[in-house]
């Protein structure tokens, strides 16, 4: 299925016939494919490439890019009604005929109203995302007909997931933007990987290039998941000065909150520095001197702590506010460098992936020719 990706680069000083190239590109396009077959089995797409939910950003266009471009988008539905989630759906279909996914909050009051909305139509894919899911939600999903992925954190937790009938597992290590963990992509791939074989895995979380994706997937990995990168798409709706602040921030830029005191829990999401970075910061210590002070209860101190993002994402993504706004992004923002299609992302991370193997299979040749 990966031949239809665009040239790949040719080892150093390489010169080879257009159609010996041809063949030979081919060979390891099979090899790519050999690699993540149970992705792509399972997803149904020509790459086991998923783009991660991003609310906002994660919305018809984008997702229909994704999947038209041979990947497999996921809509994230956020706190989305069912009504708003069933017209996101509907248009997306309307955009392409390739499957995608929708991305449910377990915590979500309403996710079993959710669920019959993605079984109405007929939504193949369904990501639970958020924390332990229920056994009703998943069995709900089953039985829709769906395929259920879910997060899991640790390997005792991706055990019990598959206890429980889901499909396949997505591990996502802190470096990935919006609300992480304590863990590393890549300790986490080391834990989980080796051990966790029966359903396919997905790693997400820090991945910008093709060689890392090749990487995992010669860990064990079935595929990848990728949402930072995709933001700067031209089909993503995200607005100019959003995507900007993206494209001129380097990896270090997009850093974890900042908790100041642990009486006063700051639920961890990475994010590009900016002003209200600071400003939360100073919040955070006002809020905890009037509670010492007696002027707040802890109750109402945590309140104020966890109000002050309220409507943030939206502001920085759809009105431009990167000021004031959320700009929630991971690690792997460092690669995005220019706003490119979705097509010419996905080409190249294919292209950095089959360069490797090109690489490894001409030193290979070398060596048994001397």
């Keep these: 299925m990966s031949e239809g990706i665009g040239p790949t680069e040719l080892p150093a000083g390489e010169r080879r016939p257009a159609r ?54 996921v809509i994230a539905s956020g706190s989305m009604s069912p009504e708003l989630l069933s017209a996101e759906i509907c248009a997306t279909k309307a955009l392409t005929r390739r499957p995608f996914g929708v991305n449910l909050i377990t915590l979500h009051p309403r996710l079993l109203e959710l669920i019959e909305v993605c079984a109405e139509y007929q939504v193949g894919h369904v990501v639970l995302a958020g924390g332990l899911p229920s056994s009703i939600a998943v069995n709900k999903i089953k039985q829709s007909g769906a395929r259920v992925l879910c997060f899991a954190p640790a390997l005792g937790f ?42 396919p895995v997905f790693v997400a979380g820090g991945i910008g290039r093709g060689e890392a994706m090749l990487a995992y997937l010669e860990m064990g990995a079935s595929g990848v998941q990728l949402g930072t990168r995709f933001v700067c798409a031209h089909e993503s709706i995200a607005h100019p000065r959003f995507k900007q602040a993206f494209i ?25 520095a900016n002003p209200a970075t600071d400003r939360f910061i100073a919040l955070q210590r006002r809020v905890i001197d009037r509670c010492a002070r007696g002027e707040l209860s802890q109750k109402e101190a945590q309140l104020e702590i966890e109000h002050f993002w309220a409507g ?18 991971g690690q792997s923002v460092g690669f995005v460098t220019r706003e490119q299609s979705t097509a010419e992302i996905l080409e190249e991370l294919i292209s950095q992936a089959l360069a490797v193997l090109a690489a490894r299979s001409e030193r290979a040749r070398t060596a048994s020719a001397e």
């Design 20 to 73: 010996l190239w041809d063949l030979r590109r081919e060979h390891l396009g099979a090899e790519l494919d050999r690699l993540w077959a149970r992705g792509q089995e399972l997803l149904g797409c020509d790459f086991a490439i998923m783009g991660g939910a991003m609310t906002w950003v994660s919305e018809r266009n984008l997702v229909a890019a994704i999947s038209s471009n041979g990947g497999f988008g």
């Design 312 to 329: 943030a994402l939206r502001a920085a993504v759809i009105d431009g506010d990167i000021e004031r706004g959320s700009l929630m992004a």
């Design 248 to 272: 001129r921030a380097p990896a270090r830029d997009a850093v974890a909150s900042v908790q100041l005191d642990p009486r006063f829990p700051v639920i961890p999401v990475r994010a590009l």
């Design 158 to 199: 991706a055990r019990k997931l598959v206890r429980m009938g889901v499909d396949a597992i997505v591990i996502e290590g802190n470096e990935a933007g919006g609300h992480i963990g304590p863990v590393s992509t890549g300790v986490l791939a080391q834990e989980i990987l080796p051990h966790l074989t029966s359903v």
